[in-house]
C-alpha cells in the first residue's frame, strides 16, 4: 500500500525557522512535493523534489532522501502569514497523486 | 490568466439525492484531478481524467464518476448521496504528465453537505 506520515500540529515563533517532516512508503516512487493551504482557500504549489538533496525557493526549502524515504519542509524567517496547513504528496508509478494528512503550523508572535 | 474555476461554491443536498460538480481548468492544461477534503482526513485521491479519458482512481464506490469533455472541463457527480459525502471537492489541472513538474493547479473547491 501507500502511505504518508507527517505531524498533525507544528508550533514556531515569528522569526524563527520550522522542519515539517514527512515519511512516505510507495511502489514505484517519482518524487514529493509541499502545498500550502490557508483557511478556506486551495492547495497552492511550493515545491517538488524528485532527486535527492535540497531545493530552495525563497524563504522556503524542500529535502528529499530518496533512500530514507523522507523528505522535510524548511520555513525560514516565519511570518504570521506562513500560518496554513502544509501538504507533502507523492507522485508514483501508478501516477495517483497521494497527499499526506497535512501538518497545521501555528505561528506565536 | 484565469485560474481552475469550480461550480458551484457551495451545495446543500439531502440523503440520496445526486450532485454535480463542475471544474474549468487553466487554458491549455488537459489533465483535471478530483480530490476530496472531508475534515482533519486530508486530501483523498478521487479521479484523474486526461485528454477526455478516465486515466486513474482512488479508493472511492462507483457512485463516485465523472467524464471530460472535449473542451478538457470536467464534471464529478456523486450519485446516492451519504451523510459522509459532505466534503470540500477540490478540482486541479496541470500541463502535461503532472510526474514531470509535480505541481498541481487547484481551484477553491465546492463545499458539498448532505443533510
Known amino acids: 500500500g501507500q502511505s504518508l506520515e507527517q505531524p498533525s500540529e507544528v508550533t514556531a515563533v515569528e522569526g524563527a525557522i520550522v522542519q515539517i517532516n514527512c515519511t512516505y512508503q510507495?511502489?514505484?516512487?517519482?518524487?514529493l512535493s509541499w502545498y500550502q493551504q490557508h483557511d478556506g482557500g486551495a492547495p497552492t504549489f511550493l515545491s517538488y523534489?524528485?532527486?535527492?538533496g535540497l531545493e530552495e525557493t525563497g524563504r522556503f526549502s524542500s529535502f528529499l532522501s530518496r533512500s530514507d524515504s523522507y523528505g522535510y519542509l524548511l520555513l525560514q524567517e516565519l511570518q504570521m502569514k506562513d500560518s496554513a496547513s502544509y501538504f507533502c504528496?507523492?507522485?508514483?508509478?501508478?501516477?495517483?497523486?497521494?497527499f499526506g494528512k497535512g501538518t497545521r503550523l501555528h505561528i506565536l508572535p | 490568466e484565469a485560474g481552475v474555476t469550480q461550480s458551484p461554491t457551495h451545495l446543500i443536498k439531502t440523503r440520496g439525492q445526486q450532485a454535480t460538480l463542475r471544474c474549468s481548468p487553466i487554458?491549455?492544461?488537459?489533465?483535471v484531478y478530483w480530490y476530496q477534503q472531508a475534515l482533519g482526513l486530508g486530501l483523498q485521491f478521487l479521479l484523474w481524467?486526461?485528454?477526455?479519458?478516465?486515466?486513474n482512481r482512488g479508493n472511492f464506490p462507483p457512485r463516485f464518476s465523472g467524464r471530460q469533455f472535449p473542451n478538457y472541463s470536467s464534471e464529478l457527480n456523486v450519485n446516492a448521496l451519504e451523510l459522509e459525502d459532505s466534503a470540500l471537492y477540490l478540482c486541479?489541472?496541470?500541463?502535461?504528465?503532472?510526474?514531470?513538474?509535480?505541481?498541481?493547479?487547484f481551484g477553491e473547491g465546492s463545499r458539498l453537505t448532505v443533510l
Open positions: 504528496a507523492v507522485m508514483n508509478r501508478d501516477d495517483k497523486i497521494i
Open positions: 481524467y486526461d485528454e477526455g479519458e478516465e486515466r
Open positions: 486541479a489541472s496541470s500541463f502535461g504528465s503532472h510526474i514531470n513538474t509535480g505541481e498541481l493547479f
Open positions: 523534489n524528485a532527486l535527492d
Open positions: 510507495t511502489s514505484g516512487f517519482y518524487g
Open positions: 487554458s491549455g492544461h488537459t489533465s
